[in-house]
């Protein structure tokens, strides 16, 4: 498939980590792998790209990422299958965002078919690193920020490309009692919404905060001019089986993240003939729906959780409850075929998944 390992300089640690990781209690994102991909593009060009041994960076104060935010990143994720096969799920969409995402912030775009070829070296490198045990993978996160060491607000001329990877265990445990935000905003129309980069995430910690002492685990977000529009929810994309049609927000304000794992449940249940209608959902029509029953399934959908069920929506100070987990024949479906095709379970009929084992 991709020409692994060629022209990529692997410089292997002496002292793994491996045996000192607590394998049956594996917090999400806070266990590291053994190695990292580090690639600068300076003068214009990307440079050799680098596997070093799990170590800190050094930095300027002056980094210009640090003050004024040009930092992208992705998240995917890598599976043992049962054939003991080294898989990724749709790495070239990740690939495809990723340079969508420097481009709208302005950064060096990097190649996708470079992107994919240090993904796969990394994991290829760690590959002990991903669990053999049902429900975990190997979290990779590929980021790029700019290293230029100058205040002066300009896009940076140079940047530093690096992946590294998690061993995660599943990352929601209980279903999700979400808050339908009103007042604070996660992107607006013509923003970066649309783009993977940091600082939409710094942005909506503090609203996500005055969500949780309230008691929900997240938020759902509203269109920034009048909050009477569904966006999305927290990290993920959200979706609901309306009397029996899925509907998903559109995506054409570039204000909802072009999410993998929702693109993937919109084409599965158009192939098991399902309406599927991405469109402009009123938080009115959510309300109405769930309250009246028309609305029988809710969830988010990201890398992280797969599908995350919404048990509760709150509204304006009402929590309005849907159908318990069991019951939800869509969502509980493509959750079992996404895991079934990861693990080789099903055929891939789609090609959805990269094997990347060394051969
Ligand atoms: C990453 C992300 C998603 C989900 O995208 P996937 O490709 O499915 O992982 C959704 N919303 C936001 C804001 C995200 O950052």
Known sequence: MIDTMKNIKVTKTEQSKWDSVDWENLPFGRVFSDHMLVMDYIDGEWKTPEIVPFSDL??????????????IFEGLKAYRNTHGEVVIFRPDMNAKRFRASCKRMCMAELPEELFLKCVEATVNVDSKWIPNKEGYSLYIRPFLFATDDYIGIKPSDNYKFM????????????PLKVKIEEYYTRAAAGGVGRAKTAGNYAASLYPAKLGKEEGYHQLVWTDAKEHKYIEESGTMNIMFVKDGVLITPAEDADTILPGITKRSVIELAQDWGMKVQERQIEVKEIIEGVANGSITEAFGAGTAATIAPIKIIGYKGTDYELPAVERREFSNKVYKYLDDIKLGKVEDKFNWIFNVSEK
Do not use: D, M, N
Not at 58 to 64: D, E, G, N, Q, R
Not at 165 to 173: L, R
């Open 58 to 71: 050094k930095l300027h104060p002056a980094t210009s990422a640090i003050h004024y935010g040009q930092s």
């Open 163 to 174: 992946i590294f990877t998690c061993p995660v265990g599943a990352y929601y445990s209980e």
